[in-house]
């Protein structure tokens, strides 16, 4: 394993993979530490003593420990460990811009950084990052190697690493892979899913993904999505600052905590 300058870590596992996996190793807490972990009757990991700082750290240590496990196993593929995604993508965007030539070879980017168990990413902030048919085919090759999964395409991804890639990679997704609640100290992990999971992605056959998408088409329509939903923000954040009492009355009528703030 290499490491660039910014500090990603960088593995190539078989001759010339096409299909990058990827996570990030940081992870939304104010301070580091033992934390008091254990799993419920449910089989969600969670913090036992969690306080308004601190998460789990499922989003993205799920991630980061499938990739393990799948470089331990020789799965082919590029693995990319990202830094700083929770900064705003910084360690992404720093290989899309300083070292492009990481992905020559790759045609489709993979990052298991998702809440939830069915989630195929097919939009992100910048519009679309991958097809319907590629997201399809990935849904459909899982859910095969697992009776229980509920793969399918999902157009409402937000911002994370593989967006950085859609403007030179066809094909950027993301997978769920059980975490809930994330950035939190309610955060939770569905253990069961996260170990179904890495079972099929050691029998996983990436060579009968369809690629289809050309990564130089935006659709502009998505673009004008995420404008809209960015002016939204803008407006609702005005008026949080305006009025941040009945904000708050607000919050606590609809359910939230401060913790759940945090």
């Known amino acids: ?63 980061l420990w499938i990739m ?32 492009p030539e990481v992905f020559e070879d790759i045609d489709s980017a993979i990052a298991f950084d998702r809440a939830g168990l069915a989630d195929v990413i097919t939009h992100q902030a910048s519009g679309r990052t991958c097809s319907n048919a590629f997201a399809a085919s990935l849904a459909a090759l899982l859910n095969e190697l697992d009776p229980t999964f509920r793969y399918r395409p999902d ?15 066809p094909e950027c997704t993301n997978l769920s892979v059980g975490y809930y609640a994330q950035h939190g100290p309610r955060e939770t992990l569905d253990v069961a899913h996260c170990e179904k999971l890495l079972a099929a992605m050691l029998k996983f056959d990436a060579s009968k993904l369809v690629i289809a998408r050309d990564p130089s088409i935006r659709e502009a329509g998505n673009w004008g999505r995420a404008q809209h939903d960015q ?17 708050a009355e607000l919050l606590l009528e609809a359910g939230f905590t401060a913790d759940d703030f945090w």
């Not at 157009?155 to 990679?169: L, R, W």
């Not at 002016?231 to 904000?247: C, I, K, M, R, T």
């Open 1 to 63: 394993m290499t490491a660039d300058r910014f500090g990603n870590r960088v593995i190539a596992v078989g001759d010339r993979p096409r299909v990058m996996w990827s996570c990030h190793i940081d992870t939304v807490a104010v301070r580091g530490g033992l934390q008091d972990v254990f799993i419920d009757d449910q089989g969600l990991a969670r913090l036992r003593n969690g306080k308004p700082g601190m998460s789990l750290g499922a989003d993205d240590g799920a991630g």
């Open 68 to 99: 393990l496990n799948m470089i331990a196993a020789s799965r082919p593929g590029l693995y990319v460990f990202h830094r700083g995604e929770e900064l705003g993508c910084l360690g992404s965007r720093w290989i899309e811009r300083r070292a």
């Open 155 to 169: 157009d409402t991804g937000i911002f994370t690493d593989t967006n950085e890639y859609a403007g030179i990679v």
């Open 231 to 247: 002016a939204n923000h803008d407006d609702l954040s005005s008026l949080v600052a305006e009025y941040p009492g009945l904000a």
